[in-house]
């Protein structure tokens, strides 16, 4: 399903890299960790990294009760990114090198989720991580619940920008004796590290989570 481009998303430069189908904004937040949230208020404009996840058409974050940038956040309009770096793109000429990605800008306004909620939205948030981590843990207490605060929104205004391949050259450059290709990025899973005093054997869902690197 493609969303029509509003004012804040459409892509202008290099519009042929843009996409606003929802399967590539949910492949990329899928993919990623980390997102950075920018904000304003009293003491200025705020560009916050913090954890993320999915749950159908929408990322959700979690933090304390307490936090300045949740409760601004339901306050305002925000701008979430979220950028995943394949390669460098190394040209001929220094003016051609680039960057393969995949990148995503969501635009809207976070909403709380309802206490009610919170567990099963917490416990999804532990599966994104980690399959098979959730049924292995204690579960998270009343009290831990109440001093959370999660908060979605929506992905339905959001665009996204993503190249790959190799470099482009300037015309006459092809001659020129310098090297030019793509240096490849990827994430390593390493090997587990146990804690120390823990005794217990490490799960098969944590080697199964290396094993998928």
Not at 15 to 36: F, K, Q, R, T
Not at 39 to 59: K, Q, S, Y
Not at 105 to 134: H, N
Not at 150 to 165: F, H, N, P, S, Y
Request: charged share 25%; net charge negative; proline share 6%.
């Amino acid at each position: 399903m493609s969303t029509p481009p509003s004012h804040r998303t459409r892509v202008r430069r290099v519009a042929e890299n843009a996409a606003y189908d929802n399967a590539v904004v949910h492949a990329i937040v899928d993919d990623a960790y980390v997102c950075h949230i920018a904000f304003t208020d009293d003491h200025g404009t705020h560009c916050i990294p913090t954890a993320c996840w999915r749950e159908g058409n929408h990322l959700y974050i979690h933090g304390s009760n307490g936090s300045r940038m949740l409760k601004r956040l339901m306050e305002q309009d925000v701008c979430v990114t979220i950028t995943l770096v394949d390669g460098l793109v190394l040209a001929r000429s220094a003016f051609n090198h680039s960057m393969n990605y995949r990148s995503a800008m969501i635009y809207g306004r976070f909403e709380k989720v309802p206490d009610d909620d919170k567990p099963a939205t917490l416990a999804t948030f532990m599966e994104s991580l980690v399959p098979g981590r959730q049924a292995d843990i204690r579960p998270g207490s009343d009290k831990e619940h109440a001093a959370t605060t999660v908060l979605r929104i929506t992905l339905d205004e959001a665009a996204c920008k993503v190249r790959a391949g190799g470099p482009v050259e300037e015309a006459g450059d092809e001659d020129y004796p310098a090297w030019s290709g793509v240096l490849p990025l990827t994430r390593v899973r390493g090997a587990p590290e146990t804690a120390e005093g823990n005794a217990a054997p490490v799960p098969a869902y944590v080697l199964d989570w290396q094993r998928r690197a």
